[in-house]
């Protein structure tokens, strides 16, 4: 998938926190997975210190509580509480605290849902033929992974539906924003 879209690996390359964050959802999934709920909200913690979009953890953890609710019908209660617990505790312990929840809401709704605020390139969307040009490759990976998925007989793994509708949400970010790479 690296070397699917320039842009992509050009973002990895970028000694930022976005690589790191990936890594985060990583362990977060993980931590999920094996039910360890301090570890989780450890992580959350950390989360809010290193990354301004560590929102997108909320998203991603909300979407592997929901789906195990819908594949397992089971409501992991206790993740929720980890990762909402430790957002909130990195939000209030962080350094720039609070400053800090006024960036994140500048950040995500000002510049970001709804544009008030006039950010650079980064936060518009890629024109149809720069999106085609940059990222064929993801765009058939994405639509190849959506395929298999939905032709897929056997009933999937709550983590599997998880990360794939963490995938949708993201590639519909991405087209509406660039940054969301």
């Known amino acids: 998938l690296a070397i699917a879209s320039h842009v992509f690996l050009y973002r990895l390359s970028l000694p930022r926190a976005p690589v790191i964050a990936l890594s985060f959802l990583f362990l977060g999934q993980h931590f999920i997975l094996g039910k360890n709920y301090k570890t ?8 809010v210190w290193l990354y301004g979009g560590f929102t997108i953890f909320i998203l991603f953890a909300a979407l592997m509580i929901l789906s195990r609710l819908l594949i397992e019908k089971q409501m992991d209660y206790k993740s929720a509480f980890s990762v909402s617990a430790g957002v909130l505790v990195g939000l209030l312990t962080h350094p720039y605290f609070p400053e800090n929840i006024i960036l ?3 950040q ?3 510049a970001g849902v709804n544009r008030v605020v006039v950010g650079g390139g980064e936060w518009y969307p890629y024109g149809l033929g720069e999106w085609i ?3 064929m490759g993801i765009s058939f990976v994405f639509l190849s992974i959506l395929t298999a998925f939905v032709c897929a007989k056997a009933k999937p793994r709550f983590d599997t539906l998880g990360w794939l509708v963490f995938l949708v949400v993201t590639f519909v970010m991405t087209l509406n924003s660039r940054r969301f790479i």
């Open 40 to 47: 989780l909200a450890a992580l959350s913690v950390l989360f």
């Open 104 to 106: 994140v809401y500048t």
């Open 108 to 110: 995500t709704f000002s």
């Open 133 to 135: 040009g940059a990222h």
